[in-house]
């Protein structure tokens, strides 16, 4: 998440200098129409920078499973490694943790980290369920997600 955040940082940065430059170099140039929108873009480029630098997602979360851990009711993870003409590129986790009325937060983990995090969770969360099985997706969520090419097994913590 904190990686996320910091790619969206600089590139609100790198919009708002480009609609710096814009708005510049179309007053030095005499064109009307350039300043106006790179002022445009530089505004909204600050204003997206303003809210991403306000929200803070992971204090959201410790505090969500530090004060509501009942709002979690089932917990998986996957683990999805990308192998073009069969050699590895890249490998991601993902963590999911799905409320009981089926709205799921998702969040990108290093592999390595999936089980350590997955075991942390079971002790914070005692009440929630964990690995993914059809009959929870389809409790849960009103739909089952089909994971080709996996075992049941290999989506638990």
Request: proline share 4%; glycine share 10%; net charge positive.
């Amino acid at each position: 998440m904190e990686r996320e955040r910091r790619q969206q940082q600089w590139f609100a940065i790198a919009l708002m200098i480009a609609g710096l430059l814009g708005a510049i170099g179309g007053v030095v140039a005499g064109n009307i129409l350039f300043p106006f929108v790179g002022a445009v873009v530089a505004t909204l480029s600050l204003f997206w920078l303003y809210r991403i630098l306000s929200e803070q997602p992971i204090a959201v979360l410790r505090r969500w499973l530090r004060e509501e851990p009942e709002r979690f009711a089932w917990v998986y993870t996957t683990h999805t490694e990308r192998m073009p003409f069969g050699f590895k590129t890249q490998s991601q986790g993902t963590l999911y943790l799905v409320e009981p009325d089926g709205k799921t937060h998702s969040y990108s983990l290093e592999p390595k980290d999936l089980k350590l995090v997955g075991k942390t969770l079971n002790r914070v969360l005692p009440h929630a369920e964990f690995g993914y099985t059809e009959e929870r997706d389809l409790r849960y969520r009103g739909e089952v997600t089909r994971v080709k090419g996996r075992g049941e097994g290999d989506l638990f913590f």
